[in-house]
């Protein structure tokens, strides 16, 4: 049995916060440090009473915030589960991804660079980092039936993600995210994206086989972790012409 603690002061949390939401704070952390792993249980009420000693009724309502937020997954008769986040059909919001055949797919990824570089200005401030910090800078191309769709850049802390360097290219995927938490163990929780209009410039044009001065749509997404970490910096750039945009309006 986990030996009891008190939530006063847990996870460096502002102590006039209800009790309930420090305790979510501390579920987020728990997620975000792995104990607690996507797609498993998480502890039962009763053991996180016992834990943290609060009311059970204050461990359900931190619980509630974090099913209600997408986090977390109640299933009947089996507990409840951290959800693993969905992040492969974003760009399908905006882009037609369908092979051929018409069948919608994953882009095939070909990286182009993955190396260490100091941060930039903008990209410490967008990452929250300190001065003189380094980056991973991983560049790529996401093609469909050898078709480029995607031309993307991505900033990653290098303190966090420092495994990526010594892994082979070709080992990382079509899909970063799973790679992140396998090779580095960290997690994507959100993301938050930006849509702007731009023009291809020198590489992106090469990378697309468009001319330069294209018009381009450009995705900026801010990724972060359970705890509210910034841990990803991307830039995908488009082929306006591609481009489809649709809204339900009720």
């Not at 502890?43 to 609060?54: G, S």
């Not at 693993?84 to 055949?101: A, G, K, Y």
């Not at 941060?119 to 560049?139: C, G, M, N, T």
């Not at 070709?170 to 993301?191: S, T």
């Amino acid at each position: 049995m986990p030996q009891a603690r008190s939530i006063r002061g847990i996870n460096g949390s502002d102590s006039r916060l209800p009790l309930y939401q420090r305790l979510r704070d501390e579920f987020l952390l728990q997620i975000a440090e792995g104990h607690w792993v996507p797609g498993t249980p998480i502890p039962t009420e009763a053991e996180m009473t016992r834990e943290y000693e609060v009311a059970i009724g204050t461990v359900r309502k931190a619980i509630d915030t974090l099913v209600q937020d997408g986090i977390l997954d109640r299933q009947q008769g089996r507990g409840t589960f951290v959800r693993r986040p969905e992040f492969t059909r974003s760009l399908s919001r905006f882009f037609r991804q369908v092979d051929q055949q018409g069948n919608t797919c994953i882009p095939e990824s070909d990286i182009l660079s993955l190396e260490s570089e100091p941060a930039s200005q903008h990209v410490r401030q967008a990452l929250a980092l300190k001065a003189r910090a380094r980056v991973i800078h991983l560049e790529r191309v996401r093609r469909i039936d050898g078709k480029p769709l995607f031309h993307e850049r991505i900033w990653l802390p290098e303190e966090r993600f420092a495994a990526l360097l010594d892994t082979p290219k070709d080992v990382l995927g079509d899909l970063l995210y799973p790679a992140y938490e396998a090779l580095c163990g960290q997690l994507i929780a959100h993301a938050q994206e930006t849509l702007s209009v731009g023009i291809a410039d020198a590489l992106t044009s090469a990378m697309l086989g468009i001319p330069v001065e294209t018009p381009v749509m450009v995705i900026d997404r801010i990724a972060t972790g359970f705890d509210g970490t910034p841990l990803e910096l991307r830039r995908s750039y488009g082929i306006a012409s591609d481009f489809r945009y649709q809204i339900d309006i009720a």
